[in-house]
């Protein structure tokens, strides 16, 4: 029994080796990506096939040198295959210069409703939960717009009453846009 534990230990350690050799790796690409941001879609392209392609095809062969040497049961092993097993999709970014690396904007922008998810159960009704949804769809895209929700729901509310239901597109955040000035940084 003393030697399976001792087996563990030196999987878990070697595991985490790895998972600190790989984050080096990776906070590399980051750190290209943190370079290039605000250029171009064809510049960001052009320096990712230069310079990023060949660090992820390195972490490609690394990972599959590395991972016979990992327990088949480990966290490690299946963060590994789980990478490999999505590869393609990976590299399309270096494709693509309008891509970015990874959906963390899209993550942050659905991270209120995650946390709000049980607040939601109690909208009333269905038509209450469409009206929220709504409501948070109005309130993020003002975010994205750079507008201050409050100030965009204002105006739109003191205009909405008096304002043609064939025309409604025009109250829209992207189109009030120009009559309100901007208060918030857009979400990147």
């Not at 230990?9 to 790989?22: C, E, I, K, P, Q």
């Not at 992820?56 to 490690?76: G, H, I, N, V, Y």
């Not at 109690?122 to 709504?134: K, L």
Request: glycine share 6%; with cysteine; aromatic share 6%.
């Amino acid at each position: 029994m003393l030697g399976a534990r001792a087996a563990q230990v030196l999987r878990s350690a070697a595991g985490a080796r790895f998972a600190g050799d790989a984050l080096e790796r990776i906070a590399v690409l980051y750190a290209i990506e943190k370079e290039i941001r605000g250029r171009s879609a064809e510049e960001r392209q052009q320096i990712r096939n230069a310079r990023a392609r060949p660090l992820l095809e390195s972490l490609r062969q690394w990972f599959e040198a590395t991972l016979p040497k990992l327990s088949r049961k480990s966290d490690t092993t299946a963060a590994i295959r789980y990478a490999l097993s999505r590869w393609d999709a990976l590299l399309r970014y270096c494709d693509d210069g309008h891509i970015e690396i990874d959906n963390n904007a899209a993550e942050r922008a659905l991270r209120a409703v995650a946390l709000g998810r049980k607040n939601y159960l109690f909208a009333g009704s269905d038509t209450g939960g469409e009206r929220a949804a709504a409501i948070y769809s109005l309130i993020g895209s003002a975010k994205l717009n750079s507008l201050d929700p409050e100030a965009y729901l204002r105006e739109v509310l003191s205009r909405i009453a008096d304002h043609p239901i064939t025309r409604i597109e025009e109250l829209l955040p992207w189109n009030v846009a120009a009559s309100l000035p901007p208060v918030i940084e857009p979400a990147a």
